[in-house]
């Protein structure tokens, strides 16, 4: 008999108590590792001042402080809060070797973090956030 090795979170919810809590298109990209069309999010373009959290448990991911116009389509970041905030999974979906990045407290979907792309940032990370996946409570 094999083990289950699925990751265990601070944050446990049924599926149906997921569909309940989420709209259909939050429960799309975060549960369901989607990602929203580029360009639409309400967090693409913001400049706002505050704390970026979870929309499917409320742990706080990302300060304004690091996000920066990456023109990419979607929120992008050049770090997380804090490390354990964040879990990261190999994704070869697609036919790409990409980083997942999931928070840390529920195991929803967030987006992926790239490297090497030449942004001049501290961390020449971009951490590529979909803003269906966050709420942004002001400073």
Not at 67 to 79: N, Q, R
Not at 88 to 102: C, H, I, P, Q
Not at 106 to 116: A, K, N
Request: hydrophobic letters at 25%; charged letters at 25%; aromatic letters at 10%.
């Amino acid at each position: 008999m094999t083990e289950n090795t699925a990751p265990s979170y601070p944050v446990q919810r049924t599926d149906a108590e997921w569909r309940e809590l989420l709209t259909p298109a939050e429960y799309a990209v975060l549960r369901q590792a989607g990602t929203e069309r580029p360009h639409i999010g309400e967090y693409t373009n913001t400049t706002t001042k505050g704390v970026y959290s979870c929309r499917a448990c409320g742990a706080e991911l990302f300060r304004s402080d690091t996000k920066f116009g990456s023109h990419c389509g979607w929120p992008s970041f050049y770090a997380p809060l804090a490390e354990d905030r964040v879990e990261y999974v190999e994704d070869n979906t697609l036919g790409m070797k990409r980083v997942e990045v999931r928070c840390a407290n529920c195991g929803s979907h967030l987006g992926h973090v790239f490297e090497g792309e030449g942004y001049d940032t501290p961390t020449d990370q971009r951490y590529c956030i979909n803003s269906i996946s966050m709420r942004l409570t002001e400073d």
